[in-house]
């Protein structure tokens, strides 16, 4: 099946930025991709105060829309937004002023976790965003080691309000069986609410949006659409409608070395 106009609200397709994309061409290149992947609407969301790169807020603003321009000259029809993926850090709430919402009132924040462990502030940085009316959205948990091993923190963290986000290419089982299957579980118990790329130009890092879409659709066919209207329904600011929520369950076969 393929869904058109898709929204992917996490991507560095950037270039020359972060570890994404290295060059103009190859952000050409991958917004060809998007495009042959059924997206129409792209948050750029370069890392942000991780330990190698500090992308702020004006840099991401500019770079977009020189991009934009390319990318209309080039006539590729993709329309792309500023964000940034924020890493978790104790400080967030001093730099509020250079973080870039998914949206453009601000009101959700991409926000990335350290890939081994679940940082004890969390439950802390969580309630100050909330403070500011901000709604932390999570990327990828299914890839953290720590929510792998104890998933039921997810559903914790959903319970008092945050969102996630699972990657296409986890769903489709290119991080292997286990993230696959903790991505699926996520879905099924309601803990993710939206699917973005977060496509680098690294092998097996592209896009594969219809390829997840596929996936969400024989789990249920209502997924789909379910999605699609997230994702724009967070680009927008809008309110997100969140049905009920389960407790996952632990899936075999892990190791944490
Ligand atoms: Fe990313």
Not at 41 to 55: C, E, F, Q, V
Not at 103 to 111: C, E, I, K, Q, V
Not at 152 to 177: D, I, K, N
Not at 195 to 222: C, I, P, W
Request: charged fraction near 20%; charge should be negative.
């Amino acid at each position: 099946m393929k869904i058109n106009n898709l929204v992917d609200l996490h991507c560095h397709i950037l270039p020359a930025i972060d570890d994404g994309s290295p060059s103009l061409e190859a952000s050409l290149e991958l917004a060809q991709q998007a495009v042959a992947d059924g997206i129409r609407y792209i948050l750029a969301t370069p890392h942000h105060m991780d330990r190698h790169y500090l992308n702020h807020a004006s840099d991401v603003e500019a770079a977009v829309d020189v991009f934009q321009t390319e990318l209309d000259a080039n006539q590729i029809p993709l329309t792309v937004f500023p964000g940034q993926e924020v890493h978790l850090n104790g400080q967030l709430m001093e730099n509020i002023d250079d973080l870039l919402g998914m949206d453009t009132s601000g009101n959700y924040l991409l926000l990335e976790l350290p890939h081994e462990m679940v940082p004890s502030y969390l439950d802390e940085m969580i309630f100050q965003l909330s403070c500011e009316g901000i709604t932390p959205v999570i990327a990828h948990p299914e890839r953290n080691a720590q929510i792998i091993a104890e998933p039921q923190r997810l559903y914790r963290l959903v319970e008092q309000g945050v969102l996630a986000q699972v990657t296409a290419t986890s769903l489709v089982g290119t991080f292997g069986e286990q993230v696959q299957r903790t991505a699926k579980e996520f879905v099924k118990c309601g803990l993710v609410q939206v699917v973005a790329s977060d496509a680098h130009t690294l092998k097996n890092r592209g896009f594969a949006m219809t390829k997840a879409y596929d996936v969400l659709n024989k789990m249920n066919s209502e997924y789909p659409e379910r999605f699609a209207t997230n994702a724009r329904d967070l680009l927008n600011g809008e309110q997100i409608e969140m049905g009920r929520i389960l407790v996952p369950k632990k899936q075999k076969k892990f190791w944490l070395f």
